[in-house]
C-alpha cells in the first residue's frame, strides 16, 4: 500500500512524511470502503445483533499529513485515543445511513475532509493567501492547521444527536472535546483562540453559513468535495433514485492541486452528466461566499463514454 493509498483512507500505518510542505503532491480523494459501516447500513439487525459496537469504534483511525506540525501530531494521537469522540462519529453515522437513507457520516467522511481541508490550506500558503490565525492574532500557520484540522473532524459530531439542527448539537459537543484534544498545547489565551475559531468553523458550514476566516470557509469547502461516488453508494444500492444519491453516483473523483491563475485548481472526474448538479447545487453554493471562491478553479471532466446509473424510473 502506498502513503498516498494510506493518507486517503485512513488504513494501515500512518505514513513517514519526507516531503516539505512546498513539495505537497497533488492529492486524489476516492471514498475507501468500511466493510463494518456497509454492513450496519445494509443490514442494521444482523449487524448489530453479530457485531459488538466496540468494534466500529476500533475501526475509526484518522492518518494526516502533518508536514513536521507537532501540535497537529498529537491531537490527531489524541483523537485516534478519544472512544468519546469515534462513538460520536459512529452514533452519526448510524443516524443517517441506517436510520435516514443518507450518505456517509461515518470516520471515512472525516478522514476525507480533513485531508481535503489541509490540502486547501496548504495551497493557499503556498500561493501566499495567509489565514486569520496570522493576520489576526499573530500566531503560525501550523495553528491555522490546528483550527481546520478539528473543524473538519467535529463538524459533523451533532449528528449524533439528531441530522435536524446538528450544527448547533455540534457546537455543543465540540466546546468541551476541543479544550480536552488542546490540552497542554498551548497557553489559555491561545486555546481560547483556536477553540473559538473552531466552532465558527463548525457552525458556517451549515446552508447559509457566513464563514468569517479563511480556515472558516476551508472546512466549509473541504465538506462539499467529498462528493464522490462511495459517499452515496448505500441509499443508491437500496433503491434511491434522488438526484442527490444519482448525481453522487456519477462522481468518480476529485483531485486537488496547484491551478494555473489560482491557488487551488479542483479537477472533478464523472461517469455521468448528472453529476453537475453535485457540482452547481452544492459545491457551488458552498464556494460561494467561503471567503476562498477566488483562489479557487473548478474543471469537470465527463467520461467520453457516459455510464448509465439507471435503466427506468418511475413513480
Known amino acids: 500500500m502506498d502513503d498516498a493509498r494510506i493518507d486517503e483512507t485512513g488504513h494501515g500505518e500512518a505514513p513517514r512524511d519526507p516531503l516539505a510542505p512546498d513539495e505537497e503532491p497533488a492529492f486524489t480523494t476516492e471514498i475507501p470502503d468500511s466493510k463494518l459501516v456497509r454492513e450496519l447500513a445494509l443490514d442494521r439487525t444482523e449487524t448489530l445483533a453479530t457485531r459488538p459496537v466496540h468494534e ?11 508536514r513536521g506540525n507537532r501540535i497537529l501530531e498529537q491531537v490527531v494521537e489524541r483523537v485516534n485515543a478519544d472512544e468519546e469522540l469515534r462513538t460520536w462519529w459512529h452514533i452519526g453515522n448510524l ?6 437513507n443518507m450518505n456517509d457520516h461515518s470516520w471515512v467522511h472525516m478522514q476525507i475532509v480533513t485531508n481535503i481541508g489541509l490540502k486547501l490550506l496548504r495551497l493557499l500558503f503556498k500561493a501566499g493567501v495567509e489565514p486569520a490565525t496570522v493576520t489576526d492574532y499573530g500566531l503560525t500557520r501550523k495553528d491555522a492547521e490546528v483550527i481546520v484540522l478539528l473543524g473538519c473532524l467535529l463538524h459533523d459530531i451533532g449528528i449524533s444527536v439528531h441530522r435536524n439542527g446538528h450544527e448547533e448539537f455540534s457546537l ?11 490540552e497542554g498545547l498551548y497557553d489559555t489565551i491561545t486555546t481560547t483562540i483556536v477553540v473559538s475559531e473552531t466552532l465558527g468553523a463548525i457552525i458556517s458550514h451549515r446552508k447559509g453559513g457566513v464563514p468569517l476566516t479563511i480556515e472558516a470557509g476551508v472546512v466549509r469547502v473541504a465538506d462539499a468535495l467529498d462528493m464522490t461516488h462511495g459517499r452515496s453508494r448505500i441509499p443508491f444500492e437500496q433503491g434511491s433514485l434522488s438526484i442527490h444519491a444519482l448525481s453522487a453516483a456519477a462522481i468518480d473523483k476529485v483531485s486537488l492541486a496547484p491551478g494555473a491563475d489560482r491557488a487551488i485548481r479542483v479537477e472533478i472526474a464523472m461517469n455521468n452528466s448528472s453529476g453537475v448538479f453535485q457540482v452547481d447545487e452544492l459545491l457551488k453554493k458552498k464556494l460561494k461566499g467561503s471567503g476562498i471562491e477566488q483562489h479557487v478553479e473548478i474543471e469537470v471532466a465527463v467520461h467520453e463514454q457516459e455510464k448509465r446509473l439507471l435503466d427506468r424510473f418511475s413513480f
Open 95 to 100: 443516524n443517517a445511513v441506517a436510520r435516514m
Open 172 to 182: 455543543l459537543l465540540a466546546e468541551r472535546k476541543t479544550h480536552e484534544l488542546l
Open 56 to 66: 466500529f469504534i476500533a475501526e475509526a483511525r484518522i492518518h494526516v499529513p502533518t
